[in-house]
């Protein structure tokens, strides 16, 4: 027998062997060949599948997740911004009670009267009778002898008359020093501007004649969180963040800053606009 022919023997394992024989010699030969056995084969797709079925859990549970994570920081968020003006309201509100009350309360302690809120009903109720005394004639009068004694005082009339036209300012009965009108001027910065206020006008002279220069006077904000710029549009920069990463942004002092940011094309959303 010169041809070659060969028999596989059936096997439980992933190895059977494989009986050759060759010739008329017949020299018998066992060799292992890899056999593809069904179990194996089984057993194989049965750990992918379920590897795949674990990778899917754990991605869906990681988007889940994402999903609530997501939704209590909204809520957390929209209960500050809710709570947050309230609590300011009711903190000046107490702050300002307690203030007016300290004048007449330590009057009303001395005499044994302990009633909270009474001291500030009585210092409302002395403002507005002082009110409707100084708007008479007599009142005027009396504040007219008041400050001529406190105009001869060195140091003290410079802080009157500060003080005084100040309150002049915000005053209903006087118009002569108080803003004059609303100004909007390029401040800081040349394209930024801001709101003021016209107090004044002086005329400034030089060689090359007389220039009219208005006094404006630019307030901060009364608890100094920010400024107000007007800017032009085409100089504003938008990029792609929601106002909630804007504060996280703020709040963080920079350190929640995504290491890449995109600019809005305004082209594109006007056209989805219309």
């Not at 909270?116 to 005394?133: E, N, R």
């Not at 007599?138 to 105009?151: C, N, R």
Request: with cysteine; hydrophobic share 45%.
């Amino acid at each position: 027998m010169e041809g070659v022919g060969a028999r596989l023997g059936r096997s439980s394992t992933r190895y059977g062997p494989v009986t050759v024989f060759s010739g008329p010699v017949r020299r018998w030969k066992k060799r292992w060949v890899h056999v593809s056995t069904p179990g194996a084969a089984t057993a194989a797709a049965a750990s992918n599948s379920t590897s795949s079925h674990a990778q899917y859990r754990h991605s869906g549970r990681e988007a889940f997740y994402k999903v609530v994570r997501s939704w209590a920081s909204k809520k957390f968020m929209t209960g500050c911004v809710i709570l947050f003006p309230i609590a300011v309201t009711f903190y000046i509100t107490w702050w300002f009670i307690r203030f007016v009350d300290g004048f007449f309360s330590p009057i009303y302690a001395q005499l044994g009267i302990n009633i909270f809120g009474l001291g500030f009903i009585t210092s409302i109720t002395f403002i507005f009778l002082l009110g409707v005394f100084m708007s008479s004639w007599l009142g005027a009068s009396v504040l007219s002898l008041g400050e001529w004694f406190i105009k001869r005082m060195p140091f003290i009339r410079h802080i009157y008359n500060a003080s005084k036209q100040i309150s002049a300012a915000i005053s209903p009965d006087q118009s002569t020093q108080a803003f004059k009108e609303v100004a909007i001027i390029r401040h800081p910065r040349i394209g930024e501007y801001a709101f003021g206020f016209i107090t004044s006008a002086v005329v400034l002279q030089s060689r090359c004649g007389e220039e009219e220069l208005c006094c404006v006077y630019v307030p901060t904000n009364h608890l100094y969180i920010g400024d107000m710029l007007l800017i032009n549009s085409r100089d504003v920069i938008r990029p792609n963040l929601s106002v909630r990463e804007g504060i996280e942004i703020v709040v963080s002092i920079g350190m929640s800053m995504p290491p890449v940011l995109s600019i809005v094309d305004l082209c594109s959303i006007q056209v989805d606009s219309t």
